[in-house]
């Protein structure tokens, strides 16, 4: 048994069962036993990868991107580049190196922001920034980002970001509670709080007992708070991650260790939680904010970005095995069995932006 299991089991027999958000939030954040505060999730050694940390192109196209997203707003000085959520800091390390080639004055000009809470992960892409010739400024909030212009990525954000369940039962919807089964060991069960049937998705009420609706009111918020600087000062936001263009009905919750997936009661702290992003809610609190929001897959991004192109580019001196490892990088990015179906992209700007890959979208 995990040390945070233990006093979440404590916690529970105290004080009784927690929702599903709670014990999500102890799970990752938990100052002492917390997955993102404790361990080493990035790469082959750790329990994900990440698009990053697939292939230097990820970031090279979407540096590419950010560029033309500034150049549409008027190319603006000073300009705020920042990235939220940067875990290693791989994805930050190849857009500088791609705008320093680019445009060097540009970096120059920018202020160059992390958005991270983790001290640990901080050190970390101190640690894989050393090499960078760019000014690089961490913040622990949007909220205290300079304000000018803002052009920010974020990568597996939301993600991460706890989620609340909701169960239907025979006396309606009730929220998704972790509480202590007859043995002492964590289980799932429903509370008393209920949902306003306005937060439920259009097939809800055909849906048997048992089944689970997720709403995820911290990622709206989070959301909000990107939107509201941008829709203040300009600019545009870019924002990677797996999910779903619709709302629905579906259990996404799940636990990855190793990269392999287990029960996401069995051991907190040491697994990383997550569950599938409703981009559409993401889009409603954009466009509270005034702004537009757009959407597509990962594969369509990439592939409208040049993915292609730049493989062809980075192969064409190399070696057979290179090449073998370009196309496999390419595959896993773009191909609809990979990344490319599975992680959807959004692109939040004001209305009259025009921006690259999404300029012809409807809204």
């Not at 390390?93 to 540009?106: C, G, I, N, V």
Request: overall charge negative.
């Amino acid at each position: 048994m995990t040390q945070l299991k233990r006093r979440i089991i404590e916690l529970i027999a105290t004080a009784g069962p927690i929702p599903t958000s709670e014990y999500m939030a102890l799970c990752l954040f938990d100052p002492k036993a917390g997955y993102y505060t404790t361990r080493e999730p990035f790469g082959t050694g750790g329990d994900f990868i990440t698009a990053p940390e697939v292939s230097q192109m990820f970031g090279e196209l979407v540096a590419v991107w950010l560029y033309e997203a500034w150049r549409a707003v008027g190319s603006p000085m000073p300009v705020t580049l920042a990235e939220i959520g940067p875990g290693r800091g791989t994805l930050t390390k190849d857009m500088l190196r791609t705008l320093e080639r680019l445009d060097p004055a540009f970096v120059a000009g920018a202020s160059i922001a992390l958005i991270e809470t983790s001290p640990r992960l901080r050190e970390k892409q101190r640690d894989g920034l050393a090499g960078s010739a760019a000014s690089v400024e961490w913040h622990e909030t949007v909220a205290s980002l300079p304000g000018a212009p803002l052009l920010i990525v974020g990568n597996e954000l939301f993600d991460a970001v706890p989620i609340r369940q909701f169960v239907r039962t025979s006396d309606g919807w009730r929220e998704r509670m972790v509480g202590l089964d007859e043995n002492g060991e964590l289980a799932f069960f429903a509370g008393a709080a209920s949902l306003d049937p306005s937060l439920l998705p259009p097939d809800a009420e055909s849906v048997p007992d048992g089944s689970i609706v997720e709403i995820a009111p911290a990622r709206s918020a989070l959301m909000q708070t990107i939107a509201d600087q941008i829709a203040a000062h300009g600019g545009a936001g870019l924002f990677f991650d797996y999910g779903h263009l619709q709302p629905g009905v579906g259990d996404t919750l799940q636990a990855l260790r190793s990269h392999e997936y287990e029960d996401v009661l069995a051991s907190p702290g040491e697994a990383d939680l997550t569950s599938h992003v409703d981009f559409s809610a993401l889009a409603t609190s954009a466009r509270m904010a005034g702004l537009r929001a757009d959407f597509t897959t990962q594969g369509s991004f990439l592939l409208g970005m040049g993915l292609l192109e730049r493989a062809g580019r980075l192969g064409a001196d190399a070696d057979d095995a290179t090449r073998e490892r370009l196309s496999g990088e390419v595959e896993r990015l773009a191909g609809p069995q990979a990344m490319g179906d599975l992680f959807k992209v959004l692109a939040v700007a004001h209305e009259d932006i025009a921006l690259p890959v999404f300029r012809s979208r409807v809204s």
